[in-house]
């Protein structure tokens, strides 16, 4: 069959906007993708992290042009640290690639397979979504991850990074794109978005039909903006407003290990903890240990008055909540805490003001950690462990796009199965319906 | 714990729209819905199906109101025959409602279990969707049927049916909710969208965060409006503009067979053949069979030039085929016709044209069968037998909510499982993240 790819001349294709451009040779090369058996995207994918390595100066210097711009720019140097590629870090953006390659391939997969009544054979398989669009802010590595999954998964992807990494962006899309054709696959299966204008996304996101689903990786604003005005079906990922509930009956050191793991072992993180609920009946024994835990730890505690009336017997600093921190990802180290009359009042609270990413519960009740889990819908319920579990490695996917906190096609950390949708295959001897 | 659905007073919700209101509601019965055992809910449904058959002349009189007011206002007597219910009708409807208490119920089912290096259990369970809206045309019947299918799988549901059935869904929602109160589950798991002006859908079409899902079911341009305008997230239902490609080698009595049974066995729905697509190297024997066989079963053919140049030698009716045709959905006796150089060019011309439902092929060589499955990407591809097997009946799911012409979440017929999200469980005892 001729390459879709070559098709593109005449009238209709040339007056197209870039971006509708880009989409249309995306499409064409997700359709030369899809069939691809697992040791070819392999094999690409090899080169891919090869090539990274081979031209690791030309893309640290790229780099370093978004850097001096970004400080010229008044940059934090927290967030400029986020920006910064260093040989040691292309060298294990490389080897994430070389992980992807050992995954297993979900396009194919068999998810349901049956011989109807009448004899026909129903397969439902996994085929690649299409056209995979990533909305992403700041880190460059993304760039290589996303284009690394969507590549495995026989997707293409149309990359649209912060123009603030626009040059390092740009030097790791030419060393991917160079790796892909090298190996005899159409390079328009790994894109950046053209134009830095806000208008070349808003055409992203209305090119419904040509991409297939875009997910947004970053602030609370950018997804918003993404899920109000995007016409391509949305996968919503990220706020994470989590909570820890301890339990009536609960081991003290259990909990406090948990908080603090949950709350500070990396504040800046989505599925850390935001939000310390606890049950009356150990609010004594526990919320002063609490408070002393979480002071030695730097967390400063928006407490409600039922706290704060344990703060003067502790070394805690304790500020007064307002309706506002219950519902605050802050991604700091503070958390908003709260006393709880019953483990239902807990559920209702964490319906009322959680994001639905991640809550636990610290229990040694059999009956409270099954009634919490059936009650509370989240994309993560935890007994007995950190917040800090929910996402895609520690769950064993080998690497994660995102983590979805919507309810439709995926929910919680999103590996590569969910970036396949399924057929049906239907076959058999000339069947007709009666 | 206090049910959510008494909790409704104080002015911020006093304030708002009907429509939100009535989507708050829903979402507090949805909460309540969740965590039912399926003996509740089955026999919920009993219930419902007993009330309709015993309040049947309340529900055929209201009906005979909206037939009275569609005679009236001219409307065509096979739209009126799908507005009507008779005592027989709501009968089966009542059996319909007691085929899906006999489904498995999808919540709770696992998806994915493993225990983690570190020890940690994680599960992936089926949960209920939440809030989910339904927007559809005439028949009334989907009232129930769409009611039934997300109270089975825990999801409370907002109905939004055409105005030309008003008194028939406000009827039968009433029979609904007086079952579902009856038994001591809120009424409010099942809704009428309140209001019959425009203003109110596109209300519901923006209650992100209230309402979990949208599914249009209607004619095209209802669904093209609802996926433009929500931002509550949609499945795309529906058109099918399904092909037959009679491969090189084919048994020719089995390709008039399916040509004929996926055209004229039902004409007027979404899985019945609109293209027919045929191997150069059989025309010659094929075609004249073809055009007889169809002018037989009365449809008229839109063909390109090589199947023109067959028509004198047959008695059937053949008109040139424009571009138009490639992309029409007849929904009637009409079918496009061309003859294609290779299977890829079937390939071709079907990613180029088609809407992505079904698509067949007519073949004795399995290397074809394996080719035209793994390139062709429609919700159901189709080997050896009629288009009208892309359905949730014939599959055996025993009833569908639609057909989901979209790659997200759900793809061909939707069942119970597609009426579910999935949420993860974590169980450790007492793990943090090193």
């Known amino acids: 069959m001729t390459s879709l790819s070559e098709n593109f001349t005449g009238s209709p294709y040339d007056s197209m906007s870039p971006v509708a451009q880009a989409a249309y040779r995306s ?53 400029i640290d986020r920006l910064a590629l260093t040989p040691e870090r292309v060298r294990t953006i490389a080897a994430d690639v070389r992980d ?35 909305i992403y802010e700041a880190r460059p590595n993304v760039t290589v991850d996303a284009a690394a999954l969507c590549l495995k998964s026989g997707n293409a992807v149309l990359l649209r990074g912060s123009s603030s990494a626009h040059q390092s962006n740009t030097a790791l899309v030419r060393v991917l794109r160079d790796a892909v054709g090298g190996a005899g696959l159409p ?23 040509l991409v297939d689903v875009l997910i947004p990786r970053g602030g609370a604003s950018l997804i918003r903006t993404v899920v109000e005005e995007s016409t391509v079906p ?28 949950s709350k500070a072992q990396r504040p800046s993180v989505c599925n850390s903890a935001e939000t310390l609920l606890v049950h009356q009946d150990i609010a004594d024994a526990f919320l002063p240990r609490a408070l002393d835990a979480l002071a030695e730890a730097g967390v400063t505690v928006h407490g409600d008055r039922r706290v704060l009336a344990h ?70 319920v935890v007994v007995n462990a950190s917040t800090r579990f929910t996402d895609g490695g520690q769950f064993g996917f080998g690497a994660e796009i995102g983590i979805s906190t919507q309810k439709l096609h995926a929910r919680g950390p999103m590996g590569l199965p969910e970036l396949t949708s399924t057929k049906y295959i239907v076959t058999g001897d000339g069947h007709t319906r009666p």
Chains 1, 2 share one sequence.
């Not at 893309?59 to 008044?74: F, M, P, T």
């Not at 709260?338 to 964490?350: C, G, N, P, R, Y």
């Open 27 to 79: 499409q064409a090369a997700a359709a030369d993708l899809a069939p691809l058996p697992r040791a070819t995207k392999d094999d690409v994918l090899l080169a891919i992290a090869d090539a990274l390595e081979v031209r690791t100066s030309e893309i640290v210097e790229a780099n370093q042009l978004d850097v001096a711009a970004s400080r010229k720019a008044g940059t934090s140097e927290a967030v």
């Open 100 to 134: 992807v390659a050992a995954l297993p391939d979900p396009v194919g997969e068999v998810v349901r397979g049956s011989t109807l009544p009448n004899g026909i054979d129903l397969r439902q398989v996994r085929v690649p979504l299409g056209v995979v669009g990533i």
């Open 187 to 209: 390079a328009d299966a790994i894109q950046l978005v053209p134009g830095e204008s806000r208008e070349s996304v808003r055409e992203l996101m209305r090119a419904r039909g």
């Open 234 to 261: 949305v996968i919503e990922t990220g706020t994470g407003n989590c909570h820890v509930y301890v339990d009536a009956q609960a081991d003290l050191d259990m909990a406090i290990d948990i908080l603090i793991n």
């Open 311 to 380: 703060a003067e017997r502790s070394k805690a600093e304790v500020v007064e909540a307002t309706a506002e921190d219950w519902e605050t990802e802050y991604l700091s180290y503070d958390i908003a805490a709260a006393v709880v009359d019953s483990l239902d009042k807990a559920v209702e609270h964490i319906r009322l003001w959680s994001s639905g990413h991640t809550e636990a519960i610290v229990t040694t009740s059999q009956q409270a950690a099954r009634r919490f889990t059936r009650l509370v819908d989240s994309t993560t």
